[in-house]
């Protein structure tokens, strides 16, 4: 009778099949990637293919480490590894351990080792590089003499700016010794003096501008003390020299349009700049006599001539209406005065004189109010309206006396006459 077997026993039998086969064990194979997927765990899984088959891959995350490049579908690689059955399908995939690319490929893998260690070398560091200077006099090439790089830097650059001066460094840059060729151009240029250094070709493949991935190169523009400008291949083209240099233009036309300036457009945009200049000259000149008429206008009335003209008129108006004051006041002062005259009239002894009274005094001046105070045989001096008159006294009665004796005292005083002593 037959026996029968499991599937868990023919892929187990099979496996150890592949685990014993030395060839299996350790192998290269070549293809063309495709289904890459990168899992979340780390692996890599994918398919490798040529014209005639193809073959399940995976890289284990630990492996990963060896792997230079990023892989993608259409790269073609050389897949280092061995081959064995997954027991659980049944099916049998090449275990990756190193992948590296092929033919273009590995000058590309080169390519990418050579920039991550001059990366982490510090070659690449923006405090690193250089300032273009805006006005270049003095430019220097170092590409092929001949081909269509080196007519297009001379075209634009004499265009941009008839009166420049260009040194060209007749290099090698493609095949053997084009790096070193390269690397010499920079150093010669380096100590001429120049405003700027144009390093590049034309574009080709990676083979072609292979020159400018080299670390001599990358060495040479970094230690070049002129600003360099690195035009190598096309747009899409990307090299080590491009991450080194000081600027990278994506073609070598660029290249001259970024290191030479248009004169034309220079000489334009000055005179912009003097047209403005002007607008704004004469803008802040008629500002300046704006604001100096409005200066002399304040000086005018700050200033101390002004200020005495106002000073003067303003005495003229006080001193008029202190005229008129004082006027008014001597007016009121004069009728005060009338007043008092009138009133000093009223108790006046010369106006009670003038008016038939008179004033009596003894000998030593004391007016004599009384008839007891004078004495018959008396001197006493009668002051009248006129004048003084001495006289003796003959005698001295009482107003009673005069009363008992019939006379009236105004009869007696009129025709002896009156006396005033007060």
Not at 226 to 238: C, L, M, N, R
């Amino acid at each position: 009778m037959q026996k029968v077997y499991s599937v868990s026993q023919i892929n187990t039998y099979i496996r150890n099949m592949f685990t014993q086969d030395f060839v299996l064990n350790r192998l290269s194979v070549r293809g063309e990637v495709s289904n890459c997927k990168y899992h979340t765990s780390g692996h890599i899984y994918f398919s490798l293919k040529d014209a005639g088959g193809t073959i399940s891959c995976i890289m284990f995350a630990g492996a990963r480490k060896g792997l230079a490049f990023r892989m993608s579908d259409g790269q073609q690689v050389v897949v280092e590894g061995s081959v064995n059955v997954y027991e659980r399908d049944g099916k049998y995939q090449l275990y990756a351990t190193r992948i590296r690319l092929d033919g273009a490929g590995l000058l590309y893998e080169q390519y990418l080792a050579l920039k991550q260690e001059l990366e982490e070398m510090g070659m690449f560091a923006p405090e690193y590089k250089q300032q273009i200077p805006s006005f270049v006099r003095r430019l220097g090439v170092v590409t092929a003499p001949t081909g269509a790089a080196i007519r297009d830097i001379i075209n634009i650059s004499r265009r941009r700016n008839p009166g420049i001066e260009i040194i060209l460094y007749p290099a090698k840059v493609q095949g053997e010794g084009a790096a070193k060729s390269v690397a010499e151009g920079i150093r010669a240029l380096d100590e001429l003096g120049l405003d700027v250094i144009i390093a590049g070709r034309g574009g080709g493949s990676i083979e072609d501008l292979w020159a400018f991935n080299e670390e001599i190169v990358a060495r040479a523009i970094f230690d070049c003390r002129t600003p360099i400008i690195s035009a190598v291949g096309h747009e899409t083209d990307t090299t080590i020299a491009d991450f080194v240099a000081d600027l990278r233009a994506p073609t070598p036309s660029a290249a001259a349009e970024l290191a030479v300036v248009d004169v034309s457009q220079l000489l334009s945009q000055l005179e912009g700049y003097r047209a403005r200049m002007n607008r704004i000259m004469e803008y802040r000149i008629a500002d300046g006599r704006m604001r100096l008429d409005q200066y002399k206008m304040r000086l005018q009335y700050a200033s101390p001539g002004h200020r005495i003209r106002e000073q003067r008129m303003r005495a003229a108006d006080l001193e008029e209406l202190f005229a008129r004051a004082m006027a008014e006041m001597l007016q009121e002062r004069k009728h005060q005065l009338s007043l008092y005259i009138e009133k000093f009239r009223a108790v006046s002894p010369l106006e009670k004189l003038s008016r038939g009274y008179a004033c009596v005094t003894d000998e030593t001046q004391k007016k004599v109010y009384s008839v007891s105070q004078v004495e018959s045989g008396q001197r006493v001096r009668i002051y009248v309206s006129d004048g003084v008159i001495d006289a003796d006294v003959v005698s001295a009665e009482y107003m009673e006396t005069l009363q008992n004796t019939g006379q009236e005292p105004q009869n007696a005083l009129s025709r002896t006459g009156r006396v005033l002593n007060r």
